[in-house]
């Protein structure tokens, strides 16, 4: 199994806005897509002395790397440009791929 860890870093001043948004559109639509199984969204409660904001990791779950390299192609790119398009330099994200063991 692959995990697509989705690690994001919010401004305070947007966050209530971003994770209503997270939990009503944007994570209902990355699932609709059937690409992934399961999702798991956790917040950081650790923080470095001079971080800000609210930092989240969200891990997609899917079943091979086919699976994920359609989604990459097919999905990714609209959800993303979405997420820009609506909190453009209010965020930082990165992804990681993951392998279950």
């Excluded at 997609?60 to 097919?74: L, S």
Aim: charged share 25%.
């Amino acid at each position: 199994m692959i995990v697509y860890n989705v690690t994001i870093n919010v401004e305070d001043e947007i966050h209530e806005q971003w994770l209503s948004w997270m939990k009503s559109e944007h994570l209902p639509q990355v699932m609709a897509t059937g690409m992934f199984e399961n999702y798991k969204m956790m917040r950081l409660i650790s923080r470095q002395e001079d971080e800000t904001g609210q930092t989240y990791a969200i891990q997609y779950y899917c079943k091979d790397m086919e699976t994920y390299e359609a989604y990459q192609q097919n999905f990714a790119p609209a959800l993303q440009a979405e997420t820009r398009k609506k909190f453009e330099g209010k965020f930082i994200a990165f992804r990681t791929l993951l392998e279950i063991c």
